[in-house]
């Protein structure tokens, strides 16, 4: 299931280790698989832990307490909205309400065009901004008020059917 490409950049990884500590590359492991198969099944944390040498239990361990994992297809883009209590004080929990209607889906839940998973997420270490978002994983948005969520969700709505 994951490819001979995404080996050798598993084999890139654990090379920045010592010989007897390559399991300590399983959270980037991990990531590389997921870019390549959109999410990290079962049998992708059985590939990654016979290819690391440990057992399925410890790699399902990191998959499942890092909310970056996806353990199940996502839409294009995974919307996670910080609702940690300083977030919950400045408006997190009434943003996360907000998207749930402009969506049309409820957290946990992907739209039916595949495009939206609105989930929500501890800390994003960005408490001084919020209400925070992190798109895919990697974009923060900060200070999102209905305008600013209404511009983001239109906006990659439009990249997204392209």
């Known amino acids: 299931m994951i490819s001979d490409e995404s080996?050798?950049?598993?084999?890139?990884?654990?090379?920045?280790?010592?010989?007897?500590?390559?399991?300590?590359a399983?959270?980037?492991c991990l990531a590389i698989a997921q870019q390549e198969l959109g999410y990290v099944s079962e049998e992708t944390e059985r590939e990654v832990a016979q290819y690391l040498g440990m057992p399925v239990m410890a790699v399902h361990e990191v998959t499942t307490f890092y909310n970056m994992y996806n353990q199940k297809p996502v839409g294009k883009y995974k919307l996670n909205v910080?609702?940690?209590?300083?977030?919950?004080?400045?408006?997190?929990?009434?943003?996360?309400?907000?998207?749930?209607k402009k969506l049309g889906i409820s957290m946990g839940q992907t739209t039916p065009d595949g495009m939206f998973t609105l989930q929500q997420s501890e800390c994003l270490g960005a408490c001084a901004d919020s209400p925070v978002l992190l798109?895919?994983?990697?974009?923060?948005?900060?200070?999102?008020?209905?305008?600013k969520l209404d511009q983001m969700v239109d906006g990659l709505r439009a990249a997204g059917s392209k």
Request: a neutral charge.
């Open 82 to 100: 910080c609702t940690n209590l300083p977030c919950q004080l400045r408006e997190g929990v009434s943003t996360l309400q907000y998207l749930e």
């Open 135 to 147: 798109v895919n994983d990697r974009s923060m948005c900060s200070f999102m008020s209905p305008e």
């Open 26 to 28: 399983v959270m980037a």
């Open 7 to 24: 080996k050798v950049r598993f084999a890139a990884e654990v090379a920045k280790y010592p010989a007897d500590q390559k399991q300590s």
